[in-house]
């Protein structure tokens, strides 16, 4: 009689075994025999093993015994364990349309390495000027790469030690990584960059959509952490979104699940420009009258959006005019986001978001005008560093369910 499938060989039990031991070194500090023992059922003999041969292959390291720690068995210290946060690295990548950041992390999600360039002339306006279109996928992928083995270097971490590399980019991502490239904007963004890096350095490449990776950022290590409906929306120069809903990042059969494009649709708003791209836009505009404005101590060449959130903050009827444009342009978006989505939670993220918790109290007094469900507002903590944190959670979560076909090269 031919065995049942459905049986778990004693591979496969094996297997098993090393990946509860390992989730749960991965999130414990120093652990002890006892520890593994009760945290995954495992038989004192099985658990003693499984370490043993995680630990063979440089996943974790054993500590001298102390007193201290983990007492006593039989008269002899216990044994303690404790996750090799160094047995290899990811990175994260934001790639913008006019810039990219790179981030290094350790196996504890620490980051240890940072990195920016930008790319050639690129200058993002509000008009229907695609920004960037001159500048080829060889050139976009050489700043990349760059601006990663920069952020390398600055960690002090070799690119061999790379296990997986996340790359978030301003355009939708299928669940296979191919990029829907059905817009020119998004067209400009799929340079191969997945096959290429796999050539140049020989790294594992994750591409996804920024919103998404904002997302799973936010909730991971920002304002939505425990929210399990939120929706994170990247204000700064073009709206984009991710949306967690049920605690399940959407994808939409081609990664269009957060797009935004029907904004040019809604009433009050008209396209997809951000909060800072409008503010630097308006307050230009401004510029061009006779008002007495703080914002004249500005060239208009030289504005940002921060300056008009620090002027409204002195008062400044130009400064605060603007804001009022921003919340009620802000309060379209949410609600319509919100009537889609129905979440619990709307973040705001980006670069932008340092300053946009001006915008809050105005947005949620206009919310009810455009839809029936406000959700709760929010201001994302990571800044300009949302996007990579949900690329570092990534890449971390690949290799976390790859770790048993990795090997290290230290190994």
């Not at 290899?88 to 290094?104: E, F, M, N, P, Q």
């Not at 500048?135 to 083995?149: F, L, N, Q």
């Not at 191919?178 to 998004?186: E, G, H, I, N, S």
């Not at 594992?204 to 304002?223: H, K, M």
């Amino acid at each position: 009689m031919s065995a049942n499938p459905s049986t778990p060989t004693p591979q496969m039990l094996r297997r098993a075994s090393l990946s509860s031991v390992l989730s749960f070194l991965r999130t414990s500090t120093i652990v002890t025999i006892s520890d593994v023992m009760e945290a995954t059922g495992l038989a004192r003999a099985t658990a003693i093993s499984v370490c043993e041969e995680i630990m063979e292959r440089g996943w974790i390291t054993e500590l001298e015994n102390q007193r201290e720690f983990g007492g006593y068995l039989k008269g002899r210290p216990a044994r303690r364990f404790v996750l090799n946060k160094d047995a290899g690295y990811v990175v994260g990548l934001d790639v913008g349309i006019a810039k990219v950041t790179a981030v290094v992390s350790n196996l504890r999600g620490e980051i240890i390495g940072r990195a920016s360039r930008h790319f050639r002339g690129v200058q993002i306006t509000a008009d229907n000027r695609i920004p960037g279109a001159d500048i080829s996928p060889r050139e976009r992928i050489s700043v990349i790469d760059r601006t990663a083995c920069d952020a390398l270097q600055r960690a002090g971490v070799d690119p061999g030690a790379v296990l997986a590399v996340s790359a978030g980019i301003a355009a939708p991502v299928g669940r296979n990584g191919d990029v829907l490239a059905t817009q020119p904007f998004w067209a400009l963004l799929d340079v191969g960059l997945k096959s290429a890096l796999k050539d140049l350095r020989g790294w594992t490449v994750l591409l996804a959509n920024d919103g998404n990776l904002a997302a799973l950022g936010e909730r991971w290590r920002g304002s939505a952490v425990g929210v399990d409906d939120v929706v994170v929306i990247l204000a700064s120069e073009r709206f984009g979104s991710g949306v967690i809903d049920d605690g399940r990042l959407l994808h939409g059969c081609g990664g269009a699940a957060g797009e935004l494009a029907f904004l040019k649709q809604v009433e009050g708003v008209g396209d997809t420009f951000g909060i800072a791209l409008m503010a630097r836009t308006w307050a230009a505009e401004a510029l061009v009258g006779n008002d007495h404005t703080l914002l004249r101590e500005h060239s208009v060449e030289a504005l940002e959006a921060e300056h008009v959130f620090a002027a409204a903050s002195q008062g400044d009827a130009v400064g605060l005019r603007i804001l009022e444009r921003l919340a009620d342009r802000m309060a379209r978006v949410i609600g319509a986001v919100a009537t889609i989505h129905n979440p619990e939670l709307v973040v705001i993220g980006g670069a932008v978001a340092k300053s946009a918790g001006a915008l809050l109290g105005p947005i949620a007094e206009r919310l009810p005008e455009f839809t029936a469900t406000p959700p709760r507002l929010a201001v994302s903590p990571l800044g300009d560093s949302v996007v990579t944190m949900g690329a570092v959670r990534s890449a971390l979560d690949f290799v976390e369910k790859e770790t048993l076909d990795i090997e290290l090269r230290n190994s």
